[in-house]
T-cell receptor, first 111, second 113 residues
Framework: GQQLNQSPQSMFIQEGEDVSMNCTSS?????WLWYKQDPGEGPVLLIA?????ELTSNGRLTAQFGITRKDSFLNISASIPSDVGIYFC???????????FGTGTSLTVIP | DAGVIQSPRHEVTEMGQEVTLRCKPI?????LFWYRQTMMRGLELLIY????????DSGMPEDRFSAKMPNASFSTLKIQPSEPRDSAVYFC???????????FGSGTRLTVV
């Protein structure tokens, strides 16, 4: 299957700080998704990106579809304790019929 | 909409026993996916269905695992016989046409002792 590498693997930040994470692939994707998983729950879709260069926001979250179509970025501004969780990227190739998920970035926000 | 519904939420079973996990996808969704999540391997796709037909089961670990989707509103994942290494959280997800993002259930945490 496709390999999606997320970095960093984990982050420990102070409340109020901004967060940046990214997802890279060796393949070109047509769609990028960002999910958040709270402890004990399933992943929940945060943002969907459909076009290279696209920048989309959802509240304090902003995600970008990389120009090369091989990467995507997620930023969280002014982090709060409820941002804690694991963030996953997922990508869909133009010939694929399933999304491939990244390895996840675990975020801990220290009050 | 109640979302994707999985049952049970937790299952503890003894090695060698049969385990059946259940999933009810969102009404109107025509694709259904079974994932397994562990600390070591992350989210692994086991199998997915499109219009109730299995499309790709290459992620199913071995013959002990089987999945069925008898109709558009129900799917099962069965492990027989179960082994301790099957302990994980199993997620079901559904989508419309598979390319608009998946909606995940809350998962079944399986512990095989």
């Amino acid at each position: 299957g496709q390999q999606l590498n997320q970095s960093p693997q984990s982050m420990f930040i102070q409340e109020g700080e901004d967060v940046s994470m990214n997802c890279t692939s060796s393949s070109i994707f047509n769609t990028w998704l960002w999910y958040k998983q709270d402890p004990g729950e399933g992943p929940v879709l945060l943002i969907a990106l459909y076009k290279a260069g696209e920048l989309t926001s959802n509240g304090r979250l902003t995600a970008q579809f990389g120009i090369t179509r091989k990467d995507s970025f997620l930023n969280i501004s002014a982090s709060i304790p409820s941002d804690v969780g694991i963030y996953f990227c997922a990508g869909l190739t133009n010939t694929g019929n399933q999304f491939y998920f990244g390895t996840g970035t675990s975020l801990t926000v220290i009050p | 909409d109640a979302g994707v519904i999985q049952s049970p939420r937790h299952e503890v079973t003894e090695m060698g026993q049969e385990v059946t996990l259940r999933c009810k996808p969102i009404s109107g969704h025509n694709s259904l996916f079974w994932y397994r999540q562990t600390m070591m391997r992350g989210l692994e796709l086991l199998i997915y269905f499109n219009n109730n037909v299995p499309i790709d089961d290459s992620g199913m670990p071995e013959d002990r695992f089987s999945a069925k989707m008898p109709n558009a509103s129900f799917s099962t994942l069965k492990i027989q016989p179960s082994e301790p290494r099957d302990s994980a959280v199993y997620f079901c997800a559904s989508s419309y046409s598979g390319d608009y993002g998946y909606t995940f259930g809350s998962g079944t945490r399986l512990t095989v002792v």
